[in-house]
């Protein structure tokens, strides 16, 4: 090897290395639509593009620190693996490999910081980047709605911050920014509680996140909110009961979930009435009833994977047509995935999201450190979400499933049992 590689071998290796490249990539990700707009999407996927290879070149230098087995959960690889196969029975195959890029690419991304960054870095990390974007996206919004008192279209700011929302910020729309808002707060509060940040930054952080929350008007947020709240309670209860009851409190929780999920089925009617979302929600159900059929037509498969809708593909295109409008999903991941790759795509979807839920969940049950209650409250907030947009699909949602199922997956997996036959030792207790 000569001087050059291994000096450039050294920089991708490097600590400083990792926390550019984790920094640079957050911010990517969570500001790729305001990349997209003030520039383009050739480069946005661009920068989506290089960072893959970067990444890719830093986790080929620390090989030797990887285990095959862990560098990614299986049920992922099962997904990708589905979504692109679709392409084959795809109505448009150039399109579902275009989009399998897209997907491939951000879930290389959450990969490698998941395997450069420990737990406490990642959230560091990510807590710098939201703070970052959330400001900036308050100051656009003062500019559009005060200042200069007039929309900012290519962003989608509607300039009504005078009126008191809805606001948008730098993410394209106002239920994108709530689910970002809600994600900062869980990710702002484990940073302050792990006395990573002080309170004179963390308090701040929570408010900005907390206003744009409110003001975004998003009706999902008030249902993140008071989901991911009851979450954190439960958690608490869990890790500061005595490790013998655990386990029946464990099953009690699971049982309210089902009772709770059960009571919002049958009273969801009068659920969105309170709620004051009846406009959102029969927009929701109209579009789910419209796409029912194209279902049943290509039930086990699905109709190729796209990510985000086109008014140029079918069936979508024809879905919009019948409902008089220009949806860009489905507004909700599950139908999104059901009708994309069918139900083989949306049980692995539901797997890979299912089971780092409960991973985490377990993880943080057990270990001291606060910071393990991130990965599972952030998965509830995804999966609370899910039911509303399709936004863990695509882009930063996406990222995020990614990130959380691979942290999971690396403090409770079969694969520690493996990995301690093979090195004849025994897998780390908990902590």
């Known amino acids: 090897m000569t001087a050059s590689r291994r000096r450039l071998a050294r920089t991708l290796a490097s600590v400083e290395m990792a926390r550019a490249y984790t920094t640079c990539a957050l911010l990517a990700v969570f500001g ?3 990349i997209g707009a003030f520039t383009s999407s050739a480069t946005r996927d661009t920068i989506i593009a ?17 285990s095959p087995l862990r ?5 992922l690889l099962a997904f990708l693996a589905w979504t692109l196969a679709s392409s084959v029975w795809s109505t448009a195959s150039t ?3 275009k989009a399998w890029a897209a997907l491939a690419g951000f879930a290389v991304i959450a990969v490698v910081i998941g395997h450069i960054r420990d737990t406490l870095q990642t959230v560091r990390a990510l807590g710098d980047a ?14 559009s709605g005060i200042l200069l008192d007039m929309p900012f279209r290519f962003l989608g700011i509607q300039g009504e911050l005078a ?20 994600i900062a707060v869980i990710t702002f509060v484990v940073e302050w509680r792990s006395q990573s940040l002080p309170a004179a930054v963390a308090i701040p952080s929570v408010v900005l996140a907390g206003f744009l929350a409110l003001f975004s008007a998003s009706p999902t947020v008030l249902v993140l909110a008071a989901v991911v709240g009851v979450a954190s309670v439960a958690l608490v209860m869990v890790r500061q009961a005595p490790p013998s009851k655990r386990r029946p409190l464990q099953w009690a929780i699971g049982a309210v979930v089902i ?3 059960i009571t919002v089925a049958v009273f969801r009617q009068r659920i969105v009435v309170l709620l004051d979302a009846g406009s959102d929600f029969n927009t929701r159900v109209e579009l789910w009833t419209t796409l029912l059929p194209y279902v ?33 999903s489905a507004l909700n991941a599950f139908f999104d995935a059901l009708l994309q790759v069918g139900a083989g795509g949306l049980l692995l979807f539901c797997l890979l999201g299912g089971i780092a839920l409960v991973r985490s969940w377990l993880v943080a049950s057990v270990r001291r450190s606060v910071v393990y209650a991130w990965a599972p409250l952030v998965l509830v907030a995804l999966a609370v979400d899910s039911v509303f947009e399709s936004f863990t699909l695509t882009g930063a949602g996406w990222f995020l499933v990614v990130l959380c199922a691979l942290r999971a997956g690396q403090s409770r997996s079969w694969r520690e049992n493996i990995d301690a036959a093979q090195t004849s030792s025994t897998p780390l207790p908990d902590r």
């Open 259 to 261: 009772a709770a999920l």
């Open 95 to 97: 399109a579902t490999l």
């Open 296 to 328: 049943q037509q290509r039930p086990a498969q699905g109709w190729g994977w796209f990510g985000l809708w086109s008014d140029d593909l079918y069936p979508f295109n024809s879905i919009n047509y019948f409902t008089n409008d220009h949806h860009g």
């Open 50 to 66: 290089v960072l893959c290879v970067i990444g890719v070149a830093i986790l080929w230098v620390r090989r030797d620190e990887l």
């Open 130 to 143: 939201l703070r970052i974007l959330l400001a900036a996206s308050l100051i656009a919004e003062i500019m």
């Open 71 to 75: 560098v990614a959960p299986s049920t």
């Open 32 to 34: 790729s639509f305001a």
């Open 163 to 182: 009126n008191g929302g809805p606001l948008q910020g730098l993410f394209g729309t106002r239920n994108m920014l709530g689910l970002i808002a809600v």
